[in-house]
């Protein structure tokens, strides 16, 4: 069955700080992976995903993201943390096959920056 | 704005009352998702639609829960009997169409619900 974990529940870094957030996925076929980040009180933002081709992924907000098939991660990082980037973090995979379409999330993990 | 909306984004209510949330899904997305998050948790799969068709429920969707989307535009999302366990954001996404679109999710912002 897929699932992720994100072994990280709840991480705190200082502000400029270098930032990595772990996640990693069971899945029997080639995933398509996610990072949604979450606001409190608000929906999901995504951040970035992979489907394909380079596994270093970059998105929004300067975080990017490294696919590693043999490790079965797909971990977030950025190399210089801002305090707007508290919030939590989600890292999802999803079927891909387009007839599904639903994703499956991880526990998430809670940013907290330190000024 | 054109982005995935919900209403309302907050809804208490009592235990054993009906409640109906409603998503605006971006306009031409085909698809429409639900899921639902509780405290400390990653969203959970609660259904989804490929224009008016529902393809797949969760289990987690018990037959207190229905949701439809009668003209392939918005849809609603129905709880009866609302019990305690049932608290939870409700969140919607939408999908658009396309071999590797179909795959990216947009989120809206959720619906709060509270059962007393």
């Known amino acids: 069955a897929q699932s992720v974990t994100q072994p990280d529940i709840h991480i705190t870094v200082s502000e400029g700080a270098s930032l990595e957030l772990r996640c990693n996925y069971s899945y029997g076929a080639t995933p398509y992976l996610f990072w949604y980040v979450q606001s409190p009180g608000q929906g999901l933002q995504l951040l970035l995903k992979?489907?394909?081709?380079?596994?270093l992924v970059q998105g929004i907000k300067g975080f990017e993201a490294e696919f590693k098939r043999s490790q079965s991660s797909f971990n977030l990082r950025k190399p210089s943390v801002h305090w707007s980037d508290a919030a939590e973090y989600f890292c999802?995979?999803?079927?891909?096959?387009?007839?599904?379409?639903?994703?499956?999330f991880g526990q998430g993990t809670t940013l907290q920056v330190k000024p | 704005d054109t982005g995935v909306s919900q209403d309302p984004r907050h809804k208490i209510t009592k235990r054993g009352q009906n409640v109906t949330f409603r998503c605006d899904p971006i306009?031409?997305?085909?698809?429409l998702y639900w899921y639902r998050q509780t405290l400390g948790q990653g969203p959970e799969f609660l259904t989804y639609f490929q224009n008016e068709a529902q393809l797949e429920k969760s289990r987690l969707l018990s037959d207190r829960f229905s949701a439809e989307r009668p003209k392939g535009s918005f849809s609603t999302l129905e709880i009866q009997r609302t019990e305690q366990g049932d608290s939870a954001m409700y969140l919607c996404a939408s999908s658009p169409q396309g071999a590797i679109e179909t795959d990216t999710q947009y989120f809206g912002p959720g619906t709060r619900l509270t059962v007393l």
């Open positions: 306009s031409e997305h085909n698809r």
């Open positions: 992979y489907f394909s081709g380079d596994t």
């Open positions: 999802a995979v999803g079927s891909g096959s387009g007839n599904t379409g639903k994703l499956i």
